[in-house]
Each structure stands twice: as C-alpha cells, then as structure tokens.
Nanobody
C-alpha cells in the first residue's frame, strides 16, 4: 500500500504564492513519476505539473512560468511552488505517484485564490 500526504493548501490573494508538498510512503517499489493534478468545480481533473524519476518536467500551458515542480527522490517527496496565483487556479490539488506497481493519489488539498 502507498500513502500520499499533501500539505500547503489554503487561501491566498491573487498575485500571491503557495507551496504544496506531498510525502509518499509505503510499498512504492520504483517511482516512475510524481506530479500534481487539479480539479475545479464543473471541470475535469487536469495535469498541472509532473516530474519523472530522471528529472524531466512537464507543465500545463496555463501554469508555465508561474509554477515550479521539484522532487526529492531519496525522500519520495514532491513539491509545487505556485507564484503569481490567479483566481482560475482555484481548485483541489491532488498529488500523484506513478510506479511500476500502480498509480496512486493523495486525498487532495484545497487552493483558493481570491481576486
């Protein structure tokens, strides 16, 4: 079993910053990639950013230049630094871990950006 515990969500004004963190534990085996997805009301869950075990990153066009994903492979943690936040970034953010054994999700953390 793999557990993902997220932290760092909250309420922030537009233009502000937040940092999300996710710690993975359990029978991970081999991590292929970690990432962050978000789900806003009335919309589908979308990829925000991901980072592979080799350090290759991928970002949604809407967050490029504002968000930065990083990971500590030794500690199985992934972080998302979010700057210049906009009202449209408001969503529940989910941590994701993909390994050779499966695809795992955190419980989600709410990010609310007030305009």
């Amino acid at each position: 079993q793999v557990q993902l515990v997220e932290s760092g969500g909250g309420l922030v004004q537009a233009g502000g910053s937040l940092r999300l963190s996710c710690a993975a534990s359990g029978s991970i085996f081999v991590t292929v990639a970690m990432g962050w997805y978000r789900h806003a009301p009335g919309q589908q869950r979308e990829l925000v950013a991901s980072i592979s075990s080799t350090g290759s990153t991928n970002y949604a066009d809407s967050v490029k230049g504002r968000f930065t994903i990083s990971t500590d492979n030794a500690k199985n943690t992934v972080s998302l630094q979010m700057n210049s936040l906009k009202a449209e970034d408001t969503a529940v953010y989910f941590c994701n871990l993909r390994s050779f054994r499966g695809n795992y999700w955190g419980q989600g953390t709410q990010v609310t950006v007030s305009s």
